[in-house]
């Protein structure tokens, strides 16, 4: 493994660059990227079809229902919110796999899942726990099923939001606990635990990381209506359809969700490589590392 | 991986017929983004302003103002975009204003007939259209997604939507990069630490790209930071000069530089 070569060109990038990096990694990538959401999200994606069959039955018709739109719009509402959610704990693979593609050609999602295992249990403790999304299917399962709303999609929502709110502070958990197996807990040693390992890398790049957390929703949105509106253009074009019917809800609204958080994750990865070179000199430390490799394989 | 093992980067490198190369920040999707909505506003600006216009030739001229109105709505929609690019060097108004550029994929500014054609061609990269009865319209396809232009974008290196493969054309980037001179090394201690270096000292090609990263980084790095850093390289250096085990590591990295790039150049700072 040569510590300064990598499969992305390591330098200081833009908010904008970034995103569009993204995308090539994403192209380049493709297979193993949506192989290791699968991992993630499928488990959750399942949950959520089963938390929301009964908002949106197979069986309605929807041509023939009352207040259609309240409840699609219910439908895709609540998908949204705990799509959300669970977000960085689905892609906690994707960000694995991303981060030892840098050093490696092509991982095997097996060796990925392996390293990952050791770091599992901190990060199902701090997403699942931490960041509610515990809570937040707890939430979904306690909905009742007889009225039009609920306190409990009222408190899903702000649990949600403040889940955003705490992303948006402090996005690169994920990164800590997976790349840098930070621990939870220093115990006897001197390790830098999760907590202020946050603390140090997320308020060196206070600004740009609030930057990237507000245009990365707007693109979220964009992206997520662009793959919507897209598989509805190829239903229309394919099957001569364009009314509004319970499958394509149901399949299209989480398909395009997940998309989109495959492609975000991709993006925080390399926002999280970007503060790293900006605030730490890491572009610098692997040259010096590889260079002191090096030395050291040619002796004195 | 792209081809020849080169790590992905949003540059390209083109070789003109000169045989002069240039290196070009390449403009993706987002970047381009904000460069069309601001166009956008300003289309719709100008046809409010014609629609005024027309309102107000409405009582002279009667009907024909309407016939001025659709006029200017079908050049704003079809040659806005071509005809600014045309005249201005390949930058619309939203494009100056987020600094990209259209170029011809050889690197010489886009010609009249690629840029016209190029933004013609942008209904198509607006698709697939969802039709509007989705909507409880009629059955036109009126709702843009984008995704064709999105897709097309990413799947090639150079972030070509279907009008720019069509016309040969790119989009880039006008940020000029900031070329870091000598970087200065201001501890008078690395000068003196470079005497007792080596009087042979050769480095590889690599290492000696390494000591210039880490001499115009340090700065903006706090002092543990680059003790850190330096370590890794500094350690098996003193092992290898003999030199005493307390040596500050950032200081014998310095010092290696002040050799390599200043002393043993003649170009010594006063």
Same mark, same amino acid.
Not at chain 1, 205 to 216: H, P, Q
Not at chain 2, 98 to 117: D, E
Not at chain 2, 142 to 168: E, K
């Given at each position: 493994?040569?510590?300064?070569?990598?499969?992305?060109?390591?330098?200081?990038?833009?908010?904008?660059?970034?995103?569009?990096?993204?995308?090539?990694?994403?192209?380049?990538?493709?297979?193993?990227?949506?192989?290791?959401?699968?991992?993630?999200?499928?488990?959750?994606?399942?949950?959520?079809?089963?938390?929301?069959?009964?908002?949106?039955?197979?069986?309605?018709?929807?041509?023939?229902?009352?207040?259609?739109?309240?409840?699609?719009?219910?439908?895709?509402?609540?998908?949204?919110?705990?799509?959300?959610?669970?977000?960085?704990?689905?892609?906690?693979?994707?960000?694995?796999?991303?981060?030892?593609?840098?050093?490696?050609?092509?991982?095997?999602?097996?060796?990925?899942?392996?390293?990952?295992?050791?770091?599992?249990?901190?990060?199902?403790?701090?997403?699942?726990?931490?960041?509610?999304?515990? /809570?937040?299917?707890?939430?979904?399962?306690?909905?009742?099923?007889?009225?039009?709303?609920?306190?409990?999609?009222?408190?899903?929502?702000?649990?949600?939001?403040?889940?955003?709110?705490?992303?948006?502070?402090?996005?690169?958990?994920?990164?800590?606990?997976?790349?840098?197996?930070?621990?939870?807990?220093?115990?006897?040693?001197?390790?830098?635990?999760?907590?202020?390992?946050?603390?140090?890398?997320?308020?060196?790049?206070?600004?740009?990381?609030?930057?990237?957390?507000?245009?990365?929703?707007?693109?979220?949105?964009?992206?997520?209506?662009?793959?919507?509106?897209?598989?509805?253009?190829?239903?229309?074009?394919?099957?001569?359809?364009?009314?509004?019917?319970?499958? /394509?809800?149901?399949?299209?609204?989480?398909?395009?969700?997940?998309?989109?958080?495959?492609?975000?994750?991709?993006?925080?990865?390399?926002?999280?490589?970007?503060?790293?070179?900006?605030?730490?000199?890491?572009?610098?430390? /692997?040259?010096?590392?590889?260079?002191?490799?090096?030395?050291?394989?040619?002796?004195? | 991986?792209?081809?020849?093992?080169?790590?992905?980067?949003? !540059?390209?490198?083109?070789?003109?017929?000169?045989?002069?190369?240039?290196?070009?920040?390449?403009?993706?999707?987002?970047?381009?983004?904000?460069?069309?909505?601001?166009?956008?506003?300003?289309?719709?600006? +100008?046809?409010?302003?014609?629609? +005024?216009?027309?309102?107000?030739?409405?009582?002279?001229?009667?009907?024909?103002?309407?016939?001025?109105?659709?006029?200017?709505?079908?050049?704003?929609?079809?040659?806005?975009?071509?005809?600014?690019?045309?005249?201005?060097?390949?930058?619309?108004?939203?494009?100056?204003?987020?600094?990209?550029?259209?170029?011809?994929?050889?690197?010489?500014?886009?010609?009249?007939?690629?840029?016209?054609?190029?933004?013609?061609?942008?209904?198509?990269?607006?698709?697939?259209?969802?039709?509007?009865?989705?909507?409880?319209?009629? #059955?036109?396809?009126?709702?843009?997604?984008?995704?064709?232009?999105?897709?097309?974008?990413?799947?090639?290196?150079?972030?070509?939507?279907?009008?720019?493969?069509? !016309?040969?054309?790119?989009?880039?980037?006008?940020?000029?990069?900031?070329?870091?001179?000598?970087?200065?090394?201001?501890? #008078?201690?690395?000068?003196?630490?470079?005497?007792?270096?080596?009087?042979?000292?050769?480095?590889?090609?690599?290492?000696?790209?390494?000591?210039?990263?880490?001499?115009?980084?340090?700065?903006?790095?706090?002092?543990?930071?680059?003790?850190?850093?330096?370590?890794?390289?500094?350690?098996? +250096?003193?092992?290898?000069?003999?030199? #005493?085990?307390?040596?500050?590591?950032?200081?014998? +990295?310095?010092?290696?530089?002040?050799?390599?790039?200043?002393?043993?150049?003649?170009?010594?700072?006063?």
């Amino acid at each position: 493994m040569h510590l300064d070569r990598t499969f992305i060109a390591i330098r200081e990038r833009g908010l904008f660059d970034t995103l569009d990096l993204s995308l090539q990694v994403c192209r380049l990538h493709a297979w193993p990227l949506l192989g290791a959401l699968a991992l993630g999200a499928v488990p959750f994606a399942l949950l959520n079809y089963l938390l929301t069959d009964w908002i949106l039955p197979g069986d309605l018709d929807l041509a023939a229902a009352e207040e259609v739109s309240a409840v699609v719009l219910r439908f895709a509402w609540t998908m949204l919110l705990l799509v959300t959610l669970e977000a960085p704990l689905a892609a906690v693979c994707v960000t694995a796999y991303l981060g030892q593609a840098m050093f490696l050609e092509a991982p095997r999602l097996r060796e990925v899942v392996g390293d990952l295992g050791r770091c599992l249990p901190q990060v199902f403790w701090c997403q699942l726990v931490g960041r509610g999304v515990f /809570l937040g299917l707890l939430l979904a399962v306690l909905i009742p099923r007889d009225s039009l709303y609920s306190g409990q999609e009222v408190f899903l929502a702000l649990l949600c939001l403040a889940a955003l709110v705490r992303r948006l502070t402090a996005p690169f958990l994920n990164e800590i606990l997976v790349l840098e197996k930070a621990p939870l807990r220093a115990g006897r040693t001197l390790t830098v635990t999760a907590g202020q390992r946050s603390r140090l890398l997320h308020g060196a790049g206070a600004g740009s990381i609030m930057n990237l957390g507000l245009v990365a929703a707007v693109v979220a949105a964009l992206l997520t209506l662009s793959a919507f509106g897209a598989s509805l253009c190829l239903r229309g074009m394919l099957l001569e359809n364009w009314s509004w019917d319970v499958p /394509l809800f149901r399949v299209g609204v989480p398909l395009s969700l997940w998309l989109t958080v495959l492609f975000l994750s991709v993006a925080r990865f390399l926002a999280y490589l970007d503060l790293r070179i900006r605030h730490e000199g890491w572009e610098v430390e /692997l040259r010096m590392r590889a260079e002191g490799m090096r030395l050291a394989e040619e002796g004195p | 991986m792209p081809a020849a093992g080169l790590p992905i980067d949003t !540059t390209i490198e083109i070789v003109t017929p000169e045989n002069i190369t240039f290196h070009y920040q390449l403009a993706g999707p987002f970047r381009r983004l904000p460069a069309y909505v601001i166009d956008v506003c300003l289309q719709a600006l +100008l046809l409010v302003g014609v629609a +005024l216009l027309a309102a107000a030739l409405a009582i002279g001229i009667g009907a024909a103002s309407w016939a001025i109105w659709l006029l200017a709505q079908f050049l704003l929609s079809w040659f806005y975009g071509g005809l600014c690019e045309a005249y201005w060097n390949g930058q619309t108004p939203g494009k100056r204003l987020m600094g990209i550029r259209v170029l011809a994929a050889n690197g010489r500014p886009v010609n009249a007939y690629q840029a016209v054609l190029r933004n013609i061609l942008r209904v198509v990269d607006t698709g697939p259209l969802i039709s509007a009865e989705v909507l409880g319209g009629p #059955p036109v396809p009126l709702i843009p997604t984008f995704a064709i232009g999105l897709v097309a974008m990413a799947c090639n290196r150079r972030f070509q939507r279907l009008g720019d493969l069509v !016309t040969h054309t790119i989009v880039v980037v006008e940020d000029r990069p900031w070329l870091p001179g000598m970087a200065p090394i201001e501890d #008078p201690r690395a000068v003196e630490l470079a005497e007792y270096l080596p009087p042979d000292l050769r480095v590889s090609r690599s290492m000696a790209r390494a000591l210039s990263h880490y001499a115009e980084r340090r700065r903006f790095l706090s002092p543990a930071r680059r003790r850190e850093i330096a370590r890794h390289l500094a350690q098996p +250096l003193l092992t290898r000069f003999d030199l #005493p085990d307390n040596t500050s590591y950032d200081l014998l +990295l310095c010092a290696m530089y002040h050799r390599l790039f200043i002393a043993d150049h003649g170009d010594v700072a006063p």
